[in-house]
């Protein structure tokens, strides 16, 4: 019962979140300043979160699953997203149309770069496969024998497991990519 309390705080705390980041949108248009700003908020947001959920003991391990494979990722990928915008827009070269056009293709490049090396997982992913999530998707639940992040070790195990950053970094590239196939379209 206490976990889907706190499922509905998170659910609410996602949805306001989505509300300010819209309000900072309305607000300005330089991409640069939305990314600053919206940050700041999601890093609030995700303070909020952290708060709820380290401390909190799971009833059900598909309970924590749920939380670790489609909850956070959420949160997380708002943030990997406007932390690559902000990367991205404030290091644009000041050039015409064609180098403009060239940048924005090459970070797509990047993000194909990264499907392709995370394949197998995507797939995973993708096929909304359940299988392997006992191991990746509950914390102090890692099988050293899977590919896991190089700085897996600094996670917090409390707030972390194995996978649940990749749900939330496809989840910012699928967003990244039409935000980057918008943009390069504006200098063609």
Do not use: C
């Not at 380290?54 to 699953?65: G, I, K, L, N, Y």
């Not at 403009?100 to 990264?114: G, M, N, R, S, V």
């Not at 917090?156 to 980057?180: C, E, G, N, V």
């Amino acid at each position: 019962m206490v976990t889907k309390t706190i499922f509905r705080k998170i659910t609410k705390l996602n949805d306001d979140l989505e509300l300010k980041i819209n309000e900072v949108y309305d607000d300005d248009e330089d991409m640069v300043k939305i990314a600053e700003k919206s940050l700041i908020l999601i890093d609030e947001s995700v303070r909020n979160l952290k708060e709820m959920i380290s401390p909190h003991h799971f009833e059900t391990v598909a309970e924590e699953v749920y939380f670790f494979k489609t909850l956070k990722p959420q949160f997380i990928s708002k943030f990997i997203y406007y932390s690559t915008i902000l990367d991205i827009e404030s290091h644009k070269p000041n050039a015409g149309n064609k180098a403009l056009k060239k940048y924005y293709e090459a970070e797509q490049e990047k993000l194909k770069t990264f499907y392709e090396e995370q394949a197998e997982f995507y797939s995973y992913y993708r096929r909304e496969a359940t299988y392997l999530d006992q191991k990746i998707f509950v914390r102090n639940s890692y099988d050293l024998k899977m590919k896991l992040s190089f700085g897996f070790y600094n996670f917090d195990t409390s707030f972390t497991t194995s996978h649940d950053q990749m749900i939330a970094r496809f989840l910012a590239s699928q967003k990244m990519d039409q935000y980057l196939k918008k943009t390069a379209r504006k200098y063609w």
